[in-house]
């Protein structure tokens, strides 16, 4: 089987750009054409989107066609959507890669500084293991 994740109502998927709104979840809450969908998620406006920019991920809501945003937000709570997908690998990557993204300099260089330590422990310990061997 070639899909295994198939575009339906209800089909939570991954915006991947534009930049605004790349990592955003949405909830397909209609198919407008082969190319595009109408979305939909709390806090955020309505919108066709095309395919292209969605990556559909394992997650469904169990929604109507175009449900209205008061059953769609019981429906994610139901569901803990968002939980979930934090909770998944993908999501774990999307946070780290965001937290990597918001370092300041000085946390850099702090990084840096314990790696530098650490190794220099790991090759006192090797080399006295080294020693001990001979």
Same mark, same amino acid.
């Given at each position: 089987?070639?899909?295994? !994740?198939?575009?339906?109502?209800?089909?939570?998927?991954?915006?991947?750009?534009?930049?605004?709104?790349?990592? =955003?979840?949405?909830?397909?809450?209609?198919?407008?054409?082969?190319?595009?969908?109408? *979305?939909?998620?709390?806090?955020?406006? #309505? #919108?066709?989107?095309?395919?292209?920019?969605?990556?559909?991920?394992?997650?469904?809501?169990?929604?109507?066609?175009?449900?209205?945003?008061?059953?769609?937000?019981?429906?994610?709570?139901?569901?803990? *959507?968002?939980?979930?997908?934090?909770?998944?690998?993908?999501?774990?990557?999307?946070?780290? !890669?965001?937290?990597?993204?918001?370092?300041?300099?000085?946390? #850099?260089?702090?990084?840096?500084?314990?790696?530098?330590? !650490?190794?220099?422990?790991? !090759? #006192?310990?090797?080399?006295?293991? =080294?020693?001990?061997?001979?």
């Amino acid at each position: 089987m070639p899909f295994a !994740r198939q575009v339906s109502i209800g089909r939570v998927a991954l915006v991947q750009y534009p930049e605004a709104e790349a990592g =955003k979840l949405v909830v397909i809450s209609d198919v407008v054409s082969p190319n595009a969908a109408l *979305v939909d998620f709390p806090g955020q406006t #309505r #919108r066709v989107i095309s395919f292209k920019r969605l990556a559909i991920t394992d997650y469904t809501v169990d929604i109507p066609r175009l449900a209205k945003k008061a059953v769609l937000k019981k429906a994610l709570e139901e569901a803990d *959507v968002e939980a979930k997908f934090a909770k998944s690998a993908w999501g774990q990557k999307l946070a780290k !890669r965001a937290a990597k993204a918001a370092t300041t300099d000085f946390d #850099r260089y702090k990084a840096a500084v314990q790696k530098m330590k !650490r190794s220099a422990q790991v !090759r #006192r310990a090797f080399n006295s293991l =080294k020693k001990a061997a001979k």
